[in-house]
């Protein structure tokens, strides 16, 4: 059913406004180039889970709770990996983009995207999914922030037992770990003339891995991924406001309408999306972006968000659940912590992982507490 203008604003946006500010606040501190278009309507805030991380910190911190002390004891973490290149299946759908531009954007009336008639796609599949340059610089900034508000946490020279890092068996959540890493220890080894401190990554194969690939192993949620009921609500919607966007982006960028123009359709208009995205995310280039309305964002958005709000968020008991074992991994590490306070084994335990990681666990966490309460 076609959803309103009110129903746009409401749960499985509401949901990744509060799931995803907590992920970028308490585990990320969020870092990347920030865009403005007009009205200031934040483009790179409006790109789902391909949203980088925000260069701006407005000096908001968590309070430790009463009676914690001020004094932490140990450093729990989970973060996604940085800005990523897009896939092989993306680079081979921006390469179809490509050869569609060249032969229909000559016939474009609106002059502004004159460049799209001679624009190739430069995304190599070489590097498909790779972690970006920009994605280092976000890992190792962060790492930085948190090294300067807890500096007791990284005082003992590296040890692997004192600060284990755990990632998946993917390069660019290593690679991110690694960035991450390289931020803390920085200048605190003996090799080369930078002084660089070597330290040890490791990750499970990703067939068993039930902590952060969790939903790779899990039977019952490969029933729910694959179910096309899942997504149900989220076909509606863009099935109900397909049309109108085709229109928006045919209007914006000046389309005719005759045989020999443009035949735009829904996936055309939502590649032109992915398009925006990375541009974004990658190099902050909003070219792409300027083909949609403020209006034309927020619903595609509000598509994506219906997707991982019925896949991987309270819609989806099972792609909740299934993060269970990440979170009782959560606990046992504190309570080891907990256990020697004043001489803990380890100082911290960093992991790295992806976006399809932190939604479930975040949203049965918060199911948790709040049954808790």
Known sequence: ????????????????????????????????????????????????????????????????PDGCGAIPIHFNFLSRHGSRQPTKG?????????????KYGPRFTNTSFSWMSTWKNTYSPAFAGELDHLGEIELYNMSKRFLQRYPDLFTKKYNSVAYPIRTTEVSRTSRSGNAFGYGLWEGTGELGPCNYETFFLYSVAKKNDSLLRFWENCPNFTKVEEDPKTIEQST?????????????????????????????TIDDVMLLYTACSFDVAISGDTKFCAAFSDRDILQLEYASDLEDYYVRGPGS???TNVSCPLLIDFFAVMDKAIASPFAPEEESFMRFAHAETILPFLTYLVFQLQSST
């Open 1 to 64: 059913r076609s959803l309103t203008d009110q129903q746009i604003s409401m749960s499985p946006r509401s949901f990744l406004r509060i799931i995803l500010p907590f992920v970028f606040t308490i585990f990320f501190v969020n870092q990347t180039q920030a865009l403005a278009i007009a009205d200031q309507f934040r483009i790179d805030r409006h790109l789902g889970t391909k949203t980088p991380y925000w260069t701006e910190f407005n000096g908001t911190q968590t309070p430790s």
């Open 90 to 102: 993306d680079t081979k759908q921006l390469e179809q983009l490509s050869k569609d531009l060249i």
């Open 236 to 264: 509606l919607y863009l099935k109900s406001i397909s049309d109108a966007l085709v229109t928006s982006v045919k209007a914006i960028l000046g389309i005719g309408s005759s045989q020999d123009d443009w035949q735009v």
């Open 317 to 319: 008991p099972v792609g």
